[in-house]
């Protein structure tokens, strides 16, 4: 561990381990962590804001900025397809220009040495993101679950027809995005400062850009592809979800369950850190800001806390399974945006509201 990273934490281990009963101990993680057999992790908007992304709430965040109603809804792809594509493929476009951080790759390289070995155990990673990150950093399919599905997976609007990580850019030659900024159509159609009629309910809009214009299915040749990410509104993928409770519902334990920059505040998610819990599971929080932690914060004897950057605290407690991840911490850290870490601060109030959205519109 560096001795930057030692030093800072240190300052506010004691204060947290009175507060809360759990220990900051990262040589007592690591002797817990070599006897675990089961192995649960819960990702949030706190693990991607390490490499840069923009998060969506507060200020410059997405749904600051825009009305989600007129970019994240089956109803507003309806009223005008072109301006929800423009949305999305801003998305993708910033998300490719991120990279995977070293927390990452340390979650990818933990599934996949327990997973590959039958005297390690199992590992399953739960996700509330949707930028790619996970999978761009090797992580196994059969170990990543991802909650709310992915901007990169494409799907017909009409058929069942799915193309799953599709990390072209442009998706399509009319959703090329120009300069750094996002385009002005966003502004002008689906800000906050545009009224909901003019936005959303106005039949009379024009459209964004022409249907035949474009991404249609390649199957059934009629419908639009779409954005495979859940909208608001949408139900979770109940394939996901039900993989998800077999795993956990198994007739084995659970050693350890993962809160990675979230909140676990609402269900399932919450639910995830609750049923770990009475499967027997040590509860294991990494967040930048530990004040409001919903179903985690219930932390007591046994389980662990610790306060910081997740994508430098991870390969630190993962360090006995994943080893030394060399290169591909380094690199990831190099690929780390020009963001302070002190402004990541307010993801996981940001991420806790962006869940409750999606929650409360779901069935």
């Known amino acids: 561990m560096s001795s930057s990273y030692s030093q800072s934490f240190g300052n506010v281990a004691a204060d947290r381990q009175?507060?809360?009963?759990?220990?900051?101990?990262?040589?007592?993680?690591h002797s817990v962590l070599k006897s675990s057999r089961r192995i649960l992790a819960l990702c949030g908007a706190g693990l991607s804001a390490a490499s840069g992304l923009g998060t969506?709430?507060?200020?410059?965040?997405?749904?600051?900025?825009?009305?989600?109603?007129?970019?994240?809804?089956?109803?507003?792809?309806?009223?005008?397809?072109?301006l929800v594509w423009l949305f999305y493929a801003y998305r993708r476009s910033k998300a490719l220009q991120a990279k995977p951080n070293a927390g990452h790759f340390a979650l990818a390289k933990c599934a996949e040495v327990m997973n590959g070995n039958a005297d390690k155990g199992e590992f399953l990673c739960l996700t509330q993101n949707v930028d790619g990150l996970h999978q761009r950093?090797?992580?196994?399919?059969?170990?990543?679950?991802?909650?709310?599905?992915?901007?990169?997976?494409?799907?017909?609007?009409?058929?069942?027809?799915?193309?799953?990580?599709?990390?072209?850019?442009?998706?399509?030659?009319?959703l090329v995005i120009e300069g750094d900024g996002p385009p002005p159509q966003l502004s002008k159609k689906a800000s906050n400062t545009v009224s909901a009629q003019a936005a959303y309910l106005d039949p009379n809009t024009e459209l964004t850009i022409p249907l035949d214009q474009l991404p249609h299915c390649p199957n059934c040749k009629d419908g639009l592809l779409r954005p495979g990410v859940v909208w608001f509104g949408e139900a979770l993928p109940y394939n996901t979800i039900s993989e998800t409770y077999d795993w956990i519902d198994a007739e084995k334990k659970i050693d350890l369950c993962l809160v990675i920059g979230t909140t676990a505040t609402v269900y399932p998610a919450a639910g995830y850190v609750d049923t770990a819990r009475e499967k027997g599971a040590r509860i294991v929080v990494i967040n930048m800001d530990v004040?409001?932690?919903?179903?985690?914060?219930?932390?007591?004897?046994?389980?662990?806390?610790?306060?910081?950057?997740?994508?430098?605290?991870?390969?630190?407690?993962?360090?006995?399974?994943?080893?030394?991840?060399?290169?591909?911490?380094?690199?990831?850290?190099?690929?780390?945006?020009?963001?302070?870490?002190?402004d990541t601060k307010n993801?996981?109030?940001?991420?806790?509201?962006?869940?409750?959205?999606?929650?409360?519109?779901?069935?």
């Open 18 to 29: 009175r507060t809360t009963g759990a220990s900051t101990s990262i040589e007592e993680f």
């Open 56 to 82: 969506f709430r507060g200020a410059g965040g997405m749904w600051h900025n825009y009305q989600a109603t007129a970019l994240a809804t089956p109803e507003a792809f309806e009223h005008d397809p072109g």
């Open 137 to 174: 950093a090797n992580h196994p399919d059969s170990q990543l679950k991802l909650l709310h599905s992915s901007i990169f997976d494409l799907k017909c609007h009409s058929c069942d027809y799915i193309d799953k990580n599709n990390f072209s850019d442009p998706v399509h030659p009319s």
């Open 291 to 342: 004040n409001e932690l919903g179903a985690a914060g219930s932390l007591r004897k046994g389980d662990f806390l610790f306060e910081g950057d997740s994508a430098r605290i991870l390969p630190e407690i993962l360090r006995p399974v994943v080893g030394d991840l060399g290169s591909l911490g380094l690199e990831a850290e190099a690929g780390v945006k020009s963001k302070k870490v002190e």
């Open 347 to 363: 993801v996981a109030g940001e991420e806790e509201d962006e869940v409750i959205k999606y929650f409360e519109a779901s069935p």
